[in-house]
């Protein structure tokens, strides 16, 4: 099958959360199975530095009326994904995050920039495109990709099966009605059977309401969604196109995340030896400048900084972990508020340790060196840091919710536990499951036992990509 992987990021090329890790990981391991997966993602200046075995582009015209669009032949860093590179300098050619400016705020004509990899999505979808190469299957992520479904639908003729896949539904990709003028969509895709949400236009909505199939990234979360709770508005609709929506948990880059072979970690460990995780922590809690104590429980938080994370709660309860003799080591970004509170916290006590910003090397080297995660998201549609922190024989503290709930099996079980769960979301209750995984530490054959249940787990995307492709088959064979 040709599949046409379609994202506004993917690692290595750009990364600013799990969409780009999924988006580097999952096309790679289709074309391990034997499909025919490319990537298809705007031009940006890093992608464009990255992008091996770059190919004169190929013209498209001027799709939106945004200039001239060329589309760029490549391969990803690695010599074997094929990527397309999305090139209009007016949109595209911009340095540092993909959605926001150096301020914080979104770029303002988002609704075009992501409107137009969306129009060249569905370009490509239609037989006769410019490239000779038709896909069976596009593949869209989040709402940045959303109106390509819309686009086809709307479009004459054969075309190609569509799948919507929700990283996260907090995420609605919301621009005013007039846009509607500007992104080549008919008038009657607005209204509620439309894209049309609470008076604005939903890129989000549009994937849900168009898409052949939707694709929550957990089992979990796929049922949590169809909730008002957790619907975010959109739950009716999710409930009505219910028979379309599936949850496929995802899997991780192992190669990329192995303790041993890791080249952005000091001493490479693994299940038959693993005294490079204790030098690891030294060198760790050395770098940070906690004190160096092998023998306190090092509990890491890497994680964007923001209320859905559950930062808050760690923020008040770190006084009491220091009192159970755990030293915290975090690294993130997100709201100044808890920026704030974090480096306060910081400043005052000496076994907490805070890096603001985005580092991929130092989050290697935090998960090697830490004993326990702390991640206590309030929702969490799949989360990919658990999963790195369990390979790396890190035990996550995880709130019971989304692929958390999916992946991380509670210590309470001596035979299978991976980490500690805890149902009530409040910072006693997480305090109550760090004095939990504290006591584990402490006993050494129980917490070695833990860490290799957790190391031995397989979380690559073989998995996720045998049941991609199941999907991908299911929808052609029913368009038969």
Not at 50 to 59: C, I, L, N
């Amino acid at each position: 099958m040709k599949v046409l992987f379609v994202t506004s990021e993917a690692f290595p090329l750009l990364k600013t959360g799990g969409l780009g890790d999924v988006a580097g990981a999952l096309p790679a391991a289709l074309n391990a199975l034997g499909e025919n997966a490319r990537i298809l993602m705007p031009a940006y200046p890093q992608a464009l530095e990255m992008a091996r075995d770059k190919r004169p582009g190929v013209a498209l015209g001027m799709p939106l009326g945004v200039g001239e669009v060329r589309l760029i032949e490549a391969k990803m860093p690695d010599g074997k994904t094929p990527v397309w590179l999305v090139d209009c300098p007016n949109v595209c050619r911009r340095d540092g995050n993909p959605y926001t400016q150096q301020d914080g705020r979104d770029w303002p004509d988002n609704y075009l920039r992501f409107a137009l990899l969306s129009h060249v999505a569905a370009q490509l979808a239609m037989p006769g495109n410019p490239t000779g190469w038709v896909p069976d299957i596009v593949h869209c992520n989040d709402w940045q990709s959303g109106l390509a479904p819309a686009y086809l639908h709307f479009w004459p003729g054969s075309r190609a099966k569509t799948v919507f896949t929700i990283h996260n539904l907090q995420y609605l990709g919301m621009f005013p009605p007039w846009v509607m003028e500007q992104i080549d969509l008919p008038g009657e895709a607005y209204g509620m059977d439309g894209v049309e949400f609470h008076g604005q236009v939903s890129f989000l909505k549009a994937g849900i309401f168009y898409g052949d199939a939707i694709t929550a990234v957990s089992p979990t979360y796929a049922h949590e969604i169809m909730s008002p709770a957790l619907g975010n508005g959109l739950d009716g609709l999710l409930r009505h196109r219910g028979h379309a929506v599936h949850g496929i948990l995802n899997g991780i880059d192992d190669e990329v995340w192995n303790p041993a072979t890791d080249p952005l970690i000091e001493h490479p460990y693994s299940t038959a030896d693993m005294s490079g995780k204790a030098s690891n922590k030294v060198a760790l809690q050395r770098e940070l400048g906690l004190p160096e104590a092998p023998d306190a429980p090092l509990f890491c938080v890497v994680s964007r900084l923001t209320w859905q994370k559950g930062i808050d709660l760690i923020a008040d309860g770190a006084e009491r972990l220091e009192r159970l003799g755990v030293q915290i080591a975090v690294l993130g970004t997100g709201e100044q508020h808890l920026h704030d509170m974090l480096r306060s916290l910081a400043e005052t006590h000496p076994n907490i340790a805070v890096r603001i910003g985005y580092d991929e090397t130092l989050a290697h080297r935090m998960v090697a060196g830490s004993d326990v995660l702390l991640m206590p998201s309030r929702f969490e549609p799949c989360g990919l840091t658990q999963m790195y922190a369990m390979r790396y024989g890190t035990l996550p503290l995880v709130y019971r919710t989304g692929g958390l709930a999916d992946t991380v099996t509670d210590c309470a079980d001596i035979h299978a536990g991976t980490g500690f769960v805890f149902d009530k979301l409040d910072a006693d209750t997480l305090i109550h499951g760090a004095e939990r995984a504290v006591a584990l530490y402490h006993s050494p054959d129980s917490w070695q036992k833990a860490r290799v249940n957790a190391m031995t787990r397989d979380w690559s995307w073989a998995h996720a990509a045998k049941d991609y492709v199941k999907l991908y088959q299911g929808l052609l064979k029913a368009g038969a």
